[in-house]
């Protein structure tokens, strides 16, 4: 296990290994419910991207069947790439409970999040 481990992260320097743990030590404090915060939708996004350029809050519109909406923005989220392109990517996360367990928004939302994380 160890040899895999470090088989793993020697190419990528120890510092993106601090940086990954750190991701993750900070979703399981902040995004924690019923589920440890790198297992929620919010947590995988964080890890993979880390913070928002921008974030929206959006509270439930009586209509909507969904419940308060948290938006992130990323703009340029490979920046420290010598290969960089210029993209941007939006996460939507809907608390449908009420109980500050966000994941993503359903129908189209949910495809638009999976296609965009996965990519």
Same mark, same amino acid.
């Given at each position: ?41 919010? =947590?995988?996004?964080?890890?993979? &991207? $880390?913070?928002? #350029?921008?974030?929206?809050?959006? !509270? ?37 409970? =009420?109980?500050?367990?966000?994941? &993503? $928004?359903?129908? #189209?939302?949910?495809?638009?999040? !999976? ?5």
């Amino acid at each position: 296990k160890a040899e895999i481990f470090m088989n793993f992260w020697q190419p990528r320097g120890l510092e993106q290994m601090k940086e990954f743990y750190d991701r993750v030590e900070y979703v399981n404090k902040q995004f924690s419910s019923h589920n440890k915060g790198w297992k929620t939708d919010r =947590g995988k996004v964080y890890i993979k &991207f $880390g913070p928002a #350029d921008t974030e929206e809050y959006r !509270l439930a519109s009586p209509r909507a069947m969904e419940g308060p909406t948290l938006i992130w923005h990323y703009y340029d989220f490979l920046s420290n790439s010598p290969y960089s392109i210029y993209r941007y990517k939006t996460f939507i996360f809907v608390d449908k409970f =009420g109980v500050d367990a966000y994941t &993503f $928004g359903k129908n #189209d939302n949910l495809w638009h999040n !999976l296609q965009e994380f996965n990519n």
